[in-house]
């Protein structure tokens, strides 16, 4: 009999409601006992027909369709990446990387300095890989970082879902649950925006290699003990996969302990039946280790950069790491405020990061807790704090006391810990909320890596979110010397040194924008100072001190310079192209030709190199059609470069092609350090195509920049062959009042003036040119004339006098 309540007739008494929750709760409990309790048998808190489904294998066709939407979804996400450049660690790693240039040579990175592919030898081949498909072009490194985090993508998709179906789990989220739920792991994982500095920054698929050979690892050692009949095969893959991890980064070094664990949570259910199972394959697996260590004291603490015995102590590397750690938790749930380089800034006060320390202690001890109760969640904390273990403890990176980076596979224990959470609590319900999710990290990502694209932009966000950081502030500078923006280059690099005045670099890129600014002799004081550190990138500081003594004419120390570079790096191009110009100033033609060559045969798409071979030829004037061959294809292969566009035009211009320069003139106007100088060769251009009406408004222009006498010349010609003759005259009269020792300029004033009737005046601007150049042949015969005419009273205008000389150039 049922008992009416105030609810009417579809009420339920109220001690009904206390018997259900009673009931939910019991059932939600023994559903997470058993999930992650591996010990205790499974008790059947389903009928029959639910286990029945669950242990039902999922149709095929919804793991290839969750693989594709993976595949798309990431390449949707990291499209717009590709158009990112080298960037910063890239420089030193990549197109300055030598070992890359071959690939015989690419299992021996460089290790002097702290390059990020040292001690790393499957991440240096790599780069060799690309390097042979694209050289120096970015888009082939960009595309093996996006297939490598795809790889690694899938691999979790494959190793969630199995693991999902282990025999502890598979009452829960057996068939089409373990594809739904690992798909949904790998989504969030793939494009969440905290993976774009492993992938996006190209140096930085040390990380993704690496994760990707953790996670095969892993799998392949699940296929293993899942496959009767090819066991030893999988197993034998997992060692490999293992090993290869180890020649990716140091890192995996937690890889062979992890998959022990692994085996004692999922499949063996005790460490002893672990061992007693597979103790041949632990023990192989941890024998990858025998490589790591062998690498890394190979390597020699990376040129100084990490262990224990750089700047940074122990301590205070290990306080920044309290700071660290909960930042990268903090990203993972709310991804703003990412920063590219967080520099190399320590905590040196634990009151600093007291509450960070007492919530780094509480998920430690969750860790422990978890490892002996619940150890599903145990190994997934423990996987997350082993892998950021060996760069965020106590272990010193010198040069990046924190870095994003570093949480693409922690990422991975973040994002399985909240789904399956998530789906226990929810169920399927929670599968919109987390594929929400996921399409919302991915336009984030898709946003992010917009930044990427542009330098200026990514150094500006740098310098906003970390004021203090040297590096960020150097790094901008240079750019902005780089954009010819050399006052703003000045204001980051003062502040570089006022943060770390023994930064070498800054004192670099302080001279190198006052070079920009034609300050030759100051910049010298900076590079001085700067070689005075004979820090790396020595060779750098050399060639640009010889570019700087090469302005100043100081051409045999600035030879002496570039050689000096030369002998610390052979192949670099910018010395070779640079030492040419002054071999060419030197007249030493054979032997900058040969520097020449040698600078466009390491880089045939050098543009400057081919400007300065066009230089050469130019100087020695025997081949012209190969300088304007050299000036056009230098114009060609760097559109940006002023000195190639416009030696372009003025060489046309010389060879009396001047229709043919009016093209290259334009295309120089937007990238023209001196405005005044291209309208000027562009007016001069346009007035020997015969075209004297466009070119005065850029003679115009050319006095409002530069008034010299020889533009004022060529505005007068070009208001006189318009018809305006009366205006011209201010312009001639100009014109001779800044050079009054140019013959033809008093010639032409005084064809203005005879146009105009000014008989008497303009036979005195022909006297004066006569004075000048006595066997001026054109101004004498302009002379006779005009004194004939005065001698006869004709001072009528006379069609004689509607032309004069060409404009000069």
Not at 56 to 64: F, K, L, N, T, Y
Request: charge should be positive; proline fraction near 4%; charged fraction near 15%.
């Amino acid at each position: 009999m049922r008992v009416s309540t105030s609810l009417g007739d579809h009420g339920m008494p109220s001690v009904c409601y206390v018997t259900l929750l009673k009931k939910y709760y019991f059932v939600l409990r023994e559903k997470c006992w058993s999930a992650f309790h591996p010990n205790r048998p499974v008790t059947n808190i389903h009928d029959t027909t639910v286990t029945s489904q669950a242990r039902a294998p999922a149709h095929r066709w919804r793991i290839w369709a969750a693989v594709l939407a993976l595949v798309l979804a990431t390449a949707a996400a990291y499209h717009n990446s590709f158009s990112g450049e080298f960037l910063f660690d890239d420089i030193w790693s990549i197109p300055r990387n030598e070992s890359i240039r071959q690939l015989s040579t690419a299992f021996s990175p460089p290790s002097a300095f702290g390059e990020t592919v040292s001690g790393r030898p499957l991440l240096n081949f790599s780069f060799a890989i690309n390097y042979k498909i694209s050289g120096k072009e970015v888009w082939s490194y960009h595309l093996g970082n996006l297939l490598i985090h795809v790889a690694a993508g899938l691999s979790l998709f494959g190793l969630a879902r199995r693991t999902l179906l282990r025999p502890v789990l598979r009452a829960y989220f057996g068939g089409d649950a373990s594809t739904l739920v690992a798909f949904v792991i790998a989504a969030l994982w793939l494009l969440h925006p905290l993976q774009t500095e492993s992938v996006t920054y190209i140096v930085q698929r040390a990380e993704s290699l690496m994760a990707l050979f953790y996670i095969l690892t892993l799998y392949c050692f699940v296929r293993g003990v899942d496959s009767a009949g090819a066991r030893t095969f999988w197993l034998a893959l997992s060692v490999a996969a293992c090993l290869l991890g180890m020649a990716s980064k140091e890192v995996m070094v937690s890889a062979p302990l992890m998959v022990f664990l692994y085996d004692r949570t999922f499949v063996a259910g005790s460490f002893r039946e672990a061992w007693k199972r597979r103790k041949i394959y632990h023990v192989l697996l941890a024998s990858t280790l025998l490589l790591l260590g062998w690498l890394v004291w190979r390597a020699g603490g990376r040129g100084g950069t990490a262990g224990f015995g750089t700047e940074t102590t122990v301590w205070t590397y290990a306080l920044t790491q309290i700071k660290a750690i909960p930042h990268y938790l903090r990203l993972v749930v709310w991804p703003r405020g990412q920063v590219f380089d967080y520099g190399s800034g320590v905590i040196t006060r634990v009151s600093s990061v007291w509450p960070q320390a007492l919530l780094l202690v509480a998920l430690v001890g969750a860790t422990v807790w978890a490892l002996i109760r619940k150890p599903m969640f145990g190994f997934l904390g423990f996987l997350f704090f082993a892998v950021l273990a060996p760069s965020s403890s106590v272990i010193p990176v010198a040069t990046q006391t924190m870095a994003e980076h570093r949480m693409y596979l922690p990422l991975a224990a973040v994002v399985s810990v909240i789904v399956v959470a998530m789906w226990l609590l929810a169920g399927r319900r929670s599968q919109w909320l987390l594929v929400a999710a996921a399409a919302v990290l991915a336009v984030a990502t898709f946003q992010r890596n917009t930044v990427y694209g542009d330098q200026l932009g990514l150094w500006r966000d740098v310098v906003a979110r970390v004021p203090g950081n040297a590096r960020a502030h150097n790094n901008l500078g240079n750019l902005y010397a780089e954009e010819n923006m050399a006052e703003q280059a000045l204001i980051h690099c003062r502040r570089a040194i006022e943060l770390d005045p023994n930064f070498a670099q800054a004192y670099n890129n302080y001279g190198y924008a006052l070079s920009k600014l034609d300050r030759y002799q100051e910049a010298l004081a900076y590079y001085d100072k700067a070689l005075g550190f004979r820090e790396h990138g020595f060779e750098v500081t050399l060639a640009n001190r010889g570019y700087s003594l090469f302005c100043l004419g100081r051409l045999d120390e600035a030879a002496a310079d570039f050689i000096a570079a030369l002998k610390i790096r052979p192949d670099y191009e910018t010395a070779l192209s640079n030492y040419g110009n002054v071999l060419c100033s030197l007249g030493r033609y054979d032997e900058a030709l040969a520097m020449l060559d040698k600078a466009v045969d390491i880089d045939p798409k050098f543009a400057s190199a081919w400007n300065n071979r066009g230089n050469v030829f130019s100087t020695l004037g025997t081949d012209t059609n190969e300088a304007l061959r050299c000036y056009k294809l230098a114009a060609e292969l760097d559109p940006k470069l002023w000195a190639a566009v416009d030696n372009v035009a003025r060489y046309l211009l010389a060879l009396g092609r001047p229709g043919e320069a009016v093209p290259y003139f334009e295309a120089s106007l937007p990238i023209s350090p001196d405005a005044g100088a291209s309208h000027f060769g562009l007016g001069t251009a346009l007035m020997l195509s015969g075209r004297p009406a466009e070119a005065v408004s850029h003679f115009e222009r050319a006095i409002a920049s530069r008034p010299t006498a020889l533009c004022h010349h060529n505005l007068a010609v070009a208001l006189f062959n318009t018809g305006r003759a009366e205006e011209s005259i201010a312009h001639f009269e100009a014109s001779l009042r800044l050079n009054s020792r140019e013959a033809s300029a008093h010639h032409n004033y005084a064809g203005a003036l005879a146009a105009l009737g000014r008989i008497e005046e303009a036979v005195a601007a022909e006297n004066a040119a006569l004075r000048i150049a006595p066997d001026f042949a054109l101004a004498r015969e302009q002379l006779d004339r005009l004194t004939a005419r005065l001698g006869a009273g004709d001072v009528s205008l006379n069609s004689s006098d509607r032309s004069i000389d060409s404009p000069k150039h």
